[in-house]
């Protein structure tokens, strides 16, 4: 068949040059990773059909002169007929393909997060000021037994029978998502393991190997083991605070991953320990899981090879039955469970998937939550939320719902100047977050971003601390699975009974 | 109208509160006049909605005995509950908690006593392997939930609440407290603002040999009874009081925890506190905040306990609300207010104020008190 020579697909950005402004330095071409500037003699030359509106090159245009614009051409328009859906259909018909994106969904599905609001003191109970009484954040993630076992010395003071289970101290309750070497750049890594160190807490490595570079800062980084078990070694596991097992991940629940052999260069062959060039396939189940007994044997292998030393997590994508699931993980040994919502990022998914699979992360929270405290096993496992965590009201009310600690995913790429334009599958970020190509990665600089991070975390925990000071606590652990401070609102029953709150006024 | 159970449409209760506790290590006793007349000062901490006392050692006849103390709102609830009781327990005695009826004091619930101690042959109680006091637990947890009209408000040995609507002094009255005699009293003025008229709610709250008073509000709530209702307790009457009742009694009952660490629970030391300690400590008290960090009464209060061996009085970890302790011989008080305390002791030996967060422990047969911060001497 013959190709046909023109796509019904137009372009869906204009980048318009404002040329009394353009001094011509050329400076969009260089920081446009898309292709999309060339210079024509005179003037710059933009092709729209490449502009994915990731903002780059009017944040570093001199002279103000690029706008990026949506095209205004219409499509006819129509509720039924989106026009997501036509051009997707254009684009399948053209190529016989899987629709892959990048980053979450795009569907404006009802974000629960924004429909429930916290409570404050008033009168009754004197609210707490952050600036002058002690505001604690510290969390610890493991699991915990469920009463103190105590002895008496010599003295007759009680001391600590047998030793805690390994936990993971953090001093807010924030982790950064599993984001790979390989789906993002070393560079990005480094920034969050510079930001982790600085704040106390933890960065997970995803399923590409630790990186040299990285060892150091093994204090702040949980090591994943996923279904390619790429870069696994024993000292890999021995070279974090903790392991994590990934099942699922929010944007793609029951999907494996694809990094595809361009991208497997010199370093990323060593850090995932496969050959240069090769695909980095990870399948979409363990080939050793086919059942909750197969987890509860990886967990133990594990801890196993860590000398019961680092507290195991297992991530999973919130599904419709993830109540009864999480119950299994913990009750397989999990010491950590990392539930991921189906507005999770991904570096790659395919569209059905990401846009149609899986529950938000609040429901599912809650319901497991509530779940593990009638088995009377709450306190065996922590719980991370995840799931497109977009500011610290969503992280409070995560955790007023029964989370021990949030993940920042998106949030933290978006501070290294990511724009959410889904396109993460391409290698192209202009950003140099999701791309491995050098002159691209070498612009992110991880001190500056590092810093910038830590800002972000930094701002975040004094606006929980200013939260709890209003409702009158001074411990995160007050906060923690107290839904009695949450109230719906415009929410049916069925969803205020799945959230586990009432209805504001009540 | 009165009413016996929380059926306000209120998730729970809130109140502010005055308390006042007396306790004579050497187990002396007094009638119930000197508390009377210290929560009597404390008179505007209340409004009348609320009053109540717990007298340890008034029963001396029958201290091996359970003291069930049963609030119903109809005969027929009252035939319902005995029932159950004839069925589980053996009934040594049960008559009407002597009353007088005054002007303040009209409109009240039946009130009745029964001493008894469970049969040992009840399947339940074999099968279950249930001590007495589980035993007793479960029985008192059943009434108050299953059966409407009754509430028990008072199940230890030897000791026993009196409660009502109205300010405290009346209700002594109305109790003829002054015929009563204990080594250890507390008293409690409540100030609701949602829950009016209940006399359930009044305090102290009890269960077994504790009883509890208590000045605040539990901003930490949710969490405290999502945390007990993991270990099966049903939390029924929906006040922060219970919760507190409910904590200790898992953490000093169950988890077989010395008094002084389960108040540690409640009112943890800080993280920058805690960093500071040596190794062992440390170690022991990060892990008591990890395990129970859900259990930490977060919010303001000041609450005064009774339980068999003793009596104690804390605050919360920034201390938000009054607590004035002082000792005079074997006599120590305890109240919101120095002025209650001055009112039945006027120059004791010590005055001071509790420091944020420390217990202030007094237990029978020993003359010392622990907790030496903050002195105020006089």
Redesign the interface.
């Known amino acids: 068949m013959t190709k046909s020579s023109f796509s019904n697909i137009q372009s869906e950005y204009l980048a318009l040059i404002d040329h009394n402004k353009c001094v011509r330095c050329k400076r969009c071409i260089q920081n446009c990773g898309w292709g999309t500037y060339s210079f024509g003699g005179d003037k710059i030359l933009a092709d729209h059909s490449k502009c994915v509106a990731c903002g780059r090159c009017y944040t570093y245009c001199p002279e103000g002169a690029i706008s990026i614009v949506k095209n205004p051409t219409v499509l006819r328009e129509n509720a039924n007929w989106k026009e997501g859906l036509i051009k997707n259909i254009w684009r399948q018909s053209e190529t016989g393909g899987i629709v892959i994106s990048g980053m979450g969904t795009t569907f404006k599905y009802k974000k629960y997060f924004d429909h429930i609001l916290l409570d404050a003191?008033q009168v009754?109970?004197?609210s707490?000021d952050p600036l002058r009484?002690?505001m604690?954040l510290?969390t610890?993630l493991g699991k915990?037994?469920?009463?103190?076992d105590?002895d008496f010395?010599e003295t007759g003071e009680?001391?600590?029978k047998s030793k805690?289970p390994p936990?993971i101290e953090l001093q807010t309750p924030f982790v950064f998502g599993a984001m790979s070497y390989g789906s993002i750049s070393l560079n990005a890594q480094k920034a969050m393991a510079l930001a982790a160190r600085a704040l106390g807490i933890v960065m997970n490595t995803g399923e590409g190997g630790l990186h040299d570079d990285l060892v150091p800062f093994g204090k702040n980084i949980i090591v994943q083991v996923a279904s390619g078990r790429f870069g696994v070694h024993r000292d890999y596991l021995n070279s974090g605070v903790a392991v994590e097992i990934k099942i699922g991940q929010g944007a793609k629940p029951g999907i494996g991953g694809h990094l595809p052999g361009e991208k497997i260069g010199a370093d990323i062959s060593r850090t995932r320990m496969i050959p240069v060039g090769t695909d980095a396939i990870s399948p979409a189940p363990h080939h050793d899981i086919y059942s909750i007994e197969d987890l509860r044997q990886l967990i133990y292998a594990v801890k196993e090879a860590t000398d019961y030393e680092k507290p195991v997590s297992v991530k999973v994508a919130a599904v419709h039955n993830i109540a009864a699931i999480v119950s299994g993980i913990v009750r397989a040994g999990a010491d950590i469970v990392y539930i991921d919502g189906y507005t999770g990022g991904t570096g790659a998914a395919p569209n059905i998937i990401k846009d149609h699979v899986g529950i938000p992360i609040e429901l599912a929270l809650a319901q497991v939550d509530e779940r593990l405290?009638e088995e009377?096993i709450?306190?065996e496992a922590s719980i991370i939320a995840a799931g497109s965590i977009r500011s610290s009201a969503d992280a409070v009310k995560a955790i007023a719902l029964g989370a021990d600690a949030v993940a920042i995913g998106t949030a933290a790429l978006v501070v290294m100047g990511c724009h959410v334009c889904g396109k993460c599958n391409t290698g192209n970020c202009s950003w140099g977050i999701t791309t491995q190509r050098p002159e691209l990665v070498r612009r992110l600089d991880p001190e500056v971003y590092g810093e910038r991070l830590y800002n972000l975390i930094s701002a975040w925990s004094h606006e929980i601390q200013e939260v709890l000071g209003a409702?009158?606590?001074?411990?995160i652990?007050?906060?923690?699975?107290?839904?009695?401070?949450l109230r719906g609102v415009e929410l049916t029953d069925a969803e205020l009974n799945a959230l586990g709150i009432?209805h504001a006024g009540? | 109208m009165f009413r016996i159970k929380n059926k306000f449409?209120a998730?729970r209760d809130?109140?502010?509160c005055g308390l006042c506790g007396i306790i004579n290590a050497k187990k002396v006793k007094t009638n119930g006049g000197d508390i009377k007349r210290a929560i009597s000062v404390e008179h505007d901490r209340g409004n009348g909605l609320g009053g109540g006392f717990a007298v340890y050692g008034n029963y001396p006849d029958y201290a091996e005995l359970y003291a069930f103390h049963i609030m119903y709102d109809n005969l027929p609830a009252k035939a319902d509950v005995e029932e159950y009781l004839k069925n589980n327990f053996i009934i040594e005695k049960e008559e009407p908690i002597p009353t007088f009826r005054t002007s303040k004091i009209y409109d009240h619930p039946y009130l009745h006593r029964y001493f008894i101690k469970p049969k040992s042959d009840r399947p339940d109680k074999l099968f279950h392997e249930l001590g007495d006091d589980d035993f007793v637990v479960n029985s008192v947890m059943l009434i108050n939930q299953n059966y409407d009209g009754a509430y028990v408000f008072s199940s230890g040995k030897n000791m026993g609440a009196f409660k009502g609507v109205g300010y405290p002094e009346d209700i002594a009255d109305f109790y003829k407290l002054e015929e009563i005699e204990g080594y250890m009293w507390t008293a409690h003025n409540r100030f609701p603002?949602n829950t009016p008229g209940w006399w359930g709610g009044a305090h102290p709250f009890t269960l077994l040999d504790w009883s509890i008073v208590h000045n605040?509000?539990i901003?930490?709530?949710?969490?405290n009874?999502?945390?007990l209702?993991?270990?099966k307790y049903n939390l029924a009457l929906r006040t922060d009081t219970e919760v507190i009742t409910y904590i200790l009694d898992l953490l000093i009952r169950?988890?077989k925890?010395?008094v002084r660490?389960a108040l540690t629970v409640l009112a943890?030391p800080?993280?920058?506190k805690i960093d500071k300690m040596d190794d062992?400590k440390k170690?022991?008290f990060?892990?008591?905040?990890?395990?129970?960090?859900?259990a930490?009464l977060?919010?303001?209060f000041a609450i005064v306990f009774g339980y068999s061996n003793g009596m104690v009085a804390m605050n919360d970890?920034?201390k938000?609300r009054p607590l004035v302790a002082a000792a005079m011989g074997d006599f120590t008080y305890v109240a919101s207010e120095e002025a209650a305390i001055r009112a039945v002791c006027p120059s004791p030996d010590i005055v001071w104020s509790p420091k944020a967060g420390e217990p202030v422990i007094v237990e029978f047969e020993e003359k010392n008190i622990p907790q030496k911060g903050g002195l105020i001497s006089l």
Do not use: W
């Open positions: 003191c009754t109970n004197p707490i009484e002690p604690e510290r610890y915990k037994p469920s009463k103190l105590i010395d009680p001391i600590l805690m936990q405290r009377g709450r306190n409702m009158g606590v001074n411990s652990e007050s906060l923690r699975g107290s839904k009695e401070r009432k009540l | 449409n998730e809130i109140s502010g603002t605040g509000e901003s930490s709530y949710g969490i009874k999502r945390y209702e993991m270990y169950k988890h925890l010395p660490l943890s800080f993280y920058q062992d170690e022991l990060t892990a008591l905040r990890q395990i129970y960090g859900s930490l977060n919010g303001p970890r920034i938000l």
